[in-house]
């Protein structure tokens, strides 16, 4: 950059003597949040403009195909937290085809599973009565605190100094369905609130299959082990979701997670929205603590009174803002997010569909994981703490084709496994690391559903490193940051950018960066929006 | 056993020394007759060397050597440089020229004050700035998304202060030449020995002066020059609380002592806008951003400001120094942080802070509360103040193109 960069001269003068095409917001980034956002502002009469550096809308939903004939659903496999308020905005049920609810395989190198249905478990196969007694008391336990941080996930986080009535009201809402269960749940929750999980499961279970699974859940797309503080926070963050009203849910949408990423820009494109795909956002445009616009690679400038960044904080301000135009210690705290991604994704293309014994066939089409123990989840975390995978990983297995057999050639199949852990900054590097993780992948996979490896037509396995470059996810992270005590809600991504709003007026955060976070939620999104509403008449 | 510890014992020299020596320490130590050192920055610094009373009369009277090479110093150099330190200060440096000096400050992103200093524009893209404090850290996360170098450089760079009315004569003698031609706030590069020295017509003392700034290997020898060529025109070597007694009567403030740093300060509220310690005159709005911009301005809009930093003049001739001041000898409204007779204006000054509406609504009735020890007795006194406008005192010689040669 400099000093004559267009970027920055340009905006110091007068924004009316542009002849650049003009808009009531801008987003940047057509992942379902910017979607949701972009859906909710053109819905109240904003003129929107969607930009989308990638060949297609969806960001992480965004889908590709990895082997002829064979295709993958993207980085997300599976629904467990889509927001209420977002399908209804987006029209996604219009259809009237409710998804059924799937289960989960808590898978048992003996063959022997348990299998949660409902809603995370109301129901279990293939465990002891008293076990699944432990569990509904567990499951109420944490369902009722989750419930407790739920009211904060759907509002703006307060603003410390600044709290109003109804940040107030919420706080005391809050207090008061814990004052009305007694002194004892108040207790409990806040001796609770940032413990680990695997204390917790502890305390209630003895069945080892069910303490990997939560363990496993908690700590998904987290760095943390089960045994490190505040771990229990990722699995009060997957009860907060709900599916079809049902706490803990999860389903596959009719015709497959493909079908999502159409659905939400469609909402847009009905809304009013104009989509433009294969733009890169080169610069925002600010000048003295405002921005006004964007600048396209094509060398374009695009104006507007809200910018919505619905990419990553540390891509919107690092990459897309001149940081003279930010504080230094605004700077310093958003280099400083944690954003280092630990999961890899692994689709394969099979010739037949996978047989996972002792699983019957009807609970194919559901999540299988592989967490034997507590311990396992542990044991798999520690090599990510020093840079290496895990020899011994985790994983979380559904099979995309059979909800949609576009994705697969007639008779064929696909597999999408989540595997934990695999560090971004993998000690030797990826390149050399991707073989043989994948091995220990097909290896783990094989010793559940024996045959499958043999039946393997290609695979294509994603590290967080790919994950960066393909989704442009700063550190592979599909969270857009940690989540993690210190960055949620008022610290989301960082305080001064907490609430949406920026310290760059006029441009404002829309992404899985902000609060309340990742998942399949359009909760970010449709916050942001709700907030800009509010802050314009 | 003797020899391990010995060897312990070489290891161990740093207990010896627990503070720097500057690159002048030989030559101050030879003449110190006082003895009388303080820490500066980590530095042996000289409080006195013969007299505090005769030091200060050196300042104003022939020419006084003050060693100013703890002062905190920064090279800052590339493509970025100027845009920058316009980022990162309150003033416009796109309006320094090649060549000069200005004093600065500049905030964090809460418009506090990390410090304020001087910033010398040594090239166009090379600058060295000069503070109190040591603020490394801040500066390299400044440069994020700049094509820019950092470089503390306070070890390297040795640096003189020469300040009196006889110091023009003495660089002249010194055999700087064309050293006539630089304008207050100006600097230039003189040959000496096989290298050079950057020379400023800039000071702390509100006098005619010049800060020399050289490779630490050339101070001996700088020193020597001058202390050569000046002997005719009375120079001395001077501590600080010669310096001192010289920066109040300019009316400059320093910092941690007339306010405290953003990053200092334990106490949330202790930290300062510019506007709460007279600096409110180096924030240019106009430029492009910096730090600290979007919360002055709010405060300023929203007349959240706080304190205001004013120079009084005190009745009678007892210093108030750390005195509390009364509105109407009964609400508190502030504290002096400096204050001295002023030998040259002849009056009882100080600079203090007041919390608003004193110092700005309110700026009568002023009164402060000196208690005097003496033998082992306090005498207490209620004396009136006024503010009055800083600097103190103002010298024609200061600013005087060409310079006087006394």
């Not at chain 2, 101050?28 to 042996?44: H, P, Q």
Request: hydrophobic letters at 40%.
């Amino acid at each position: 950059m400099t000093s004559s960069d267009p970027a920055r001269t340009s905006a110091s003068t007068s924004p009316a003597s542009f002849e650049a095409p003009n808009f009531d917001a801008i987003v940047i980034g057509g992942g379902h949040n910017g979607l949701t956002a972009a859906t909710l502002l053109a819905q109240n009469g904003r003129k929107v403009i969607v930009l989308e550096a990638a060949e297609s809308t969806g960001g992480a939903m965004r889908g590709f195909e990895f082997h002829p004939g064979y295709c993958s659903a993207g980085l997300a496999h599976i629904v467990n937290r889509l927001d209420p308020d977002v399908a209804k905005l987006l029209k996604l049920d219009s259809k009237g085809r409710r998804a059924e609810t799937l289960p989960t395989v808590a898978l048992s190198p003996d063959g022997k599973h348990a299998v949660l249905r409902g809603g995370y478990g109301e129901t279990i196969d293939g465990i002891s009565q008293a076990e699944m007694k432990a569990f509904a008391a567990m499951r109420k336990k944490l369902v009722f605190q989750a419930g407790i941080l739920k009211r904060f996930l759907k509002r703006r986080p307060p603003e410390i100094g600044k709290v109003g009535m109804s940040d107030l009201s919420t706080f005391a809402g809050a207090g008061f369905s814990l004052i009305t269960k007694g002194r004892e749940e108040g207790r409990d929750f806040l001796r609770m609130l940032l413990m680990n999980v695997a204390d917790v499961a502890d305390e209630y279970l003895s069945d080892d299959r069910l303490k990997g699974l939560v363990a496993f859940d908690a700590t998904l797309g987290i760095h943390l082990g089960p045994r490190s503080p505040t771990s229990l926070l990722g699995l009060y963050y997957r009860l907060t979701g709900e599916t079809d009203g049902a706490t803990g849910a999860q389903h596959v949408p009719q015709g497959g997670m493909a079908t999502l990423a159409p659905a939400f820009e469609n909402a847009a494109a009905a809304a009013g929205v104009t989509i433009r795909t294969g733009v890169h956002v080169t610069r925002i445009v600010a000048d003295r603590g405002a921005a006004t616009g964007v600048i396209l690679s094509t060398g374009e400038q695009l104006n507007a009174s809200a910018i919505v960044s619905a990419i990553h904080p540390q891509a919107t301000f690092l990459s897309l803002c001149d940081t003279a135009e930010l504080g230094t210690g605004f700077v310093r705290s958003i280099s400083n997010v944690r954003s280092k991604g630990n999961v890899a994704k692994l689709d394969l293309a099979l010739e037949r569909p996978p047989t996972f014994t002792g699983v019957s066939s009807a609970d194919h089409r559901g999540r299988l994981v592989i967490a034997r123990s507590i311990a396992h989840v542990e044991d798999a975390f520690n090599p990510a703490k020093y840079g290496e995978f895990s020899t011994d990983p985790v994983l979380e297995i559904t099979l995309p084709s059979l909800a949609n057999p576009d994705l697969a050639p007639s008779g064929g199949a696909t597999l999408s496994a989540l595997a934990e852990f695999a560090p971004y900054d993998l000690k030797g590097g990826w390149e050399s690391g991707k073989p043989a993780f994948e091995a220990i992948i097909l290896e783990t996979l094989e010793r559940y559903a024996p045959g499958l490896s043999k039946s393997v037509v290609a695979s294509n396995l994603m590290t967080p490193a790919d994950m960066e470059t393909q989704y442009n996810l700063p550190g592979g992270h599909w969270h857009h940051g940690e989540l993690q005590a210190d960055q949620l809600l008022i610290n989301r991504p960082v305080n001064a950018a907490a609430g949406y709003a920026t310290p760059l007026s006029g441009l404002y955060l829309a992404s899985a960066g902000s609060h309340p976070g990742g998942g399949i939620s359009g909760l970010p999104g449709l916050l942001a929006a709700r907030h800009i509403l509010s802050e314009r008449p | 056993m003797m020899l391990e510890m010995n060897t312990r014992r070489a290891l161990q020299g740093h207990i010896a020394t627990p503070r720097f020596e500057t690159p002048f320490h030989p030559r101050i130590a030879a003449i110190s007759e006082t003895s009388d050192w303080y820490t500066w920055a980590g530095y042996k610094a000289p409080h006195s060397v013969f007299d505090e009373e005769l030091e200060y009369f050196a300042i104003r009277s022939t020419a006084a050597l003050f060693d100013i090479s703890p002062m905190v110093k920064y090279r800052i150099a590339g493509p970025d440089a100027e845009r920058y330190l316009n980022r990162l200060t309150v003033r416009n440096v796109a309006k320094l020229s090649t060549g000069r000096v200005h004093y600065t400050a500049w905030c964090d992103d809460h418009g506090h004050v990390l410090d304020d200093g001087t910033l010398f524009r040594l090239s166009a893209d090379t600058f060295r700035l000069c503070c109190q404090e040591r603020h490394l850290p801040w500066l390299l996360d400044s440069a994020i998304g700049f094509d820019v170098g950092i470089e503390e450089e306070t070890m390297q760079i040795a640096g003189l202060a020469l300040q009196g009315p006889t110091s023009f004569a003495v660089l002249s003698n010194a055999g700087f030449d064309c050293i006539e031609r630089l304008k207050p706030f100006q600097l230039a590069d003189f040959p000496h020995e096989d290298g050079s020295v950057t020379i400023s017509r800039t000071g702390f003392t509100g006098d005619l002066g010049y800060e020399l700034f050289v490779p630490a290997e050339a101070a001996l020898s700088l020193w020597d020059r001058l202390w050569t060529a000046g002997q005719l025109h009375g120079i001395r070597a001077i501590g600080y609380a010669a310096l001192n007694r010289a920066r109040i009567e300019a009316g400059f403030i320093v910092a941690n002592a007339d306010f405290m740093t953003a990053e200092t300060a334990l106490r949330a509220d202790r930290a300062r806008m510019p506007d709460e310690i007279g600096l409110e005159w180096l924030v240019d709005t106009e430029k492009p951003n910096f730090n600290g911009r979007k919360a002055i301005l709010e405060a300023r809009r929203n007349q959240t400001l706080k304190h205001v930093l004013v120079g009084l003049e005190i009745e009678g001739n007892i210093p108030a120094d750390g005195a509390i001041i009364y509105h109407r000898k009964k609400h508190e409204a502030g504290l002096v942080s400096a204050a001295i007779w002023s030998p040259l204006a002849k009056r009882n000054i100080a600079i203090a802070s007041l919390t608003r509406p004193y110092g700005t609504r309110l700026t009568e009735d002023l009164w402060v509360e000196i208690y005097a020890l003496r033998e082992l007795q306090y005498q207490k006194m209620m004396k009136r103040a006024r503010i009055v406008p800083r600097p103190f005192i103002k010298l024609d010689r200061r600013a005087a193109a060409p310079p006087g040669l006394f």
